[in-house]
């Protein structure tokens, strides 16, 4: 296993090229001026907030703001550690992790800012918003909130769209996730400002309608991301960095060793480790005996693909009758039929090797 001795930033083994490299540093502190802009944010939402419901309800979404980039932050120290005889595929896995962790949070939160403001609105209470003295003039502190509000509604919108075109070059479900929820936080905000005004005007009812859309906001985006996460999980078909569709590499892998002289047919197994794939292929040879330099060859013709194919496996085999095509698309039930008239897997003869793994 030839693999470069550099100082280069890793995730796993896994070198990153300068490109993914220079991202990962500036999605990075990114995510530290996120939780650095976000705490400023908590707590002038929490000094204008008052009575009002959809305020708190942004308060509250504030509050939800410092889960991806302290997930992202973590799992991504995690997953630059080595493998261990503890952790022999390394720690990939920390990125589905994180987001898991962050998507249940989302989803618990939203549910009881739900139910909060659902007992507001039935039980008809009516908020107030009274005034205060600012320099010696007597104003409406819905403008303070309004003001406050407009202060956390710029940056988020900024950041979000800094760190798209980033968690694609790194394939970070978290790091998407984060700057998804930040891209669609100025409607919480225009949100919280319509409520104010509705109370301002005499709609008791705005604020509490206002602060149910928000929860419903955070109850969708815990939901999908808990969806996405636990999928990837169970070893889910890989899927880009946006969970939207079939993860193009897929497509691209089987190809590369059909073109082999050698190989006759392969199907390939390909695993969502976070940053990374992990494949598995398995090739049908035309001739019975298959030497190892062969094997490493097929390895490195998978891994020349993309920096994520870096963990590969390629074992000869006699029959693909117990694999399913990744080239097909499942049905939408989920279910997959292997093909009648399943044969073992086996290797082709003594002299096959069981692996070659990087």
């Given at each position: 296993m030839n693999r470069p001795e550099d100082s280069r930033t890793r995730f796993g083994v896994t070198v990153l090229p300068p490109l993914q490299?220079?991202?990962?540093?500036?999605?990075?502190?990114?995510?530290?001026?996120?939780?650095?802009?976000?705490?400023?944010?908590?707590?002038?939402?929490?000094?204008?907030?008052?009575?009002?419901?959809?305020?708190?309800?942004?308060?509250i979404e504030d509050l939800l703001g410092f889960v991806p980039p302290l997930a992202f932050l973590i799992a991504g120290r995690?997953?630059?550690?080595?493998?261990?005889?503890?952790?022999?595929?390394?720690?990939?896995?920390?990125v589905?992790?994180?987001?898991?962790?962050?998507?249940?949070?989302l989803l618990l939160v939203g549910v009881l800012l739900l139910g909060d403001s659902l007992t507001g609105l039935l039980a008809a209470e009516h908020?107030?918003?009274?005034?205060l003295r600012l320099f010696d003039h007597t104003i409406w502190a819905g403008w303070v909130m309004i003001a406050a509000l407009t202060y956390t509604m710029v940056g988020p919108v900024v950041l979000g769209h800094l760190k798209m075109p980033l968690s694609e070059e790194l394939h970070d479900r978290i790091l998407h996730a984060d700057a998804d929820?930040?891209?669609?936080?100025?409607?919480?905000?225009?949100?919280?400002?319509?409520?104010?005004?509705?109370?301002?005007?005499?709609?008791?009812?705005?604020?509490?309608?206002?602060a149910s859309a928000i929860a419903l906001s955070?109850?969708?985006?815990?939901?999908?991301?808990?969806?996405?996460?636990?999928?990837n999980l169970m070893d889910g078909r890989a899927r880009t960095y946006d969970s939207t569709d079939t993860?193009?590499?897929?497509?691209?892998?089987?190809?590369?060793?059909?073109?082999?002289?050698w190989v006759a047919d392969s199907?390939?197994?390909?695993?969502?480790?976070?940053?990374?794939?992990?494949?598995?292929?398995?090739?049908?040879?035309?001739?019975?005996?298959?030497?190892?330099?062969?094997?490493?060859?097929?390895?490195?013709?998978?891994?020349?693909?993309?920096?994520?194919?870096?963990?590969v496996v390629v074992m000869p085999v006699a029959s693909l009758d117990d694999l399913p095509d990744p080239r097909e698309e499942p049905p939408k039930g989920g279910r997959r039929t292997l093909t009648r008239g399943r044969r073992p897997l086996r290797p082709t003869g003594r002299r096959t090797p069981t692996s070659g793994s990087p």
């Open positions: 490299e220079n991202a990962l540093r500036t999605a990075t502190r990114l995510e530290w001026v996120t939780l650095v802009y976000m705490a400023t944010c908590v707590v002038v939402v929490y000094l204008a907030m008052g009575s009002s419901q959809a305020m708190k309800a942004a308060w995690q997953a630059r550690r080595p493998p261990s005889p503890e952790y022999p595929y390394g720690r990939h896995r920390a589905a992790s994180g987001h898991l962790a962050a998507s249940v949070a908020p107030s918003i009274g005034t929820m930040q891209k669609a936080d100025w409607m919480t905000a225009a949100g919280s400002m319509a409520g104010i005004i509705g109370i301002g005007i005499g709609w008791w009812w705005a604020d509490a309608l206002v955070v109850i969708k985006d815990g939901t999908s991301n808990l969806r996405y996460a636990a999928r993860h193009p590499l897929v497509d691209r892998i089987d190809p590369a060793l059909r073109g082999l002289g199907r390939s197994r390909i695993r969502d480790m976070g940053h990374v794939l992990h494949v598995e292929s398995f090739v049908v040879p035309r001739h019975p005996e298959v030497q190892v330099r062969d094997v490493e060859d097929a390895a490195a013709a998978i891994r020349e693909l993309d920096w994520k194919l870096d963990d």
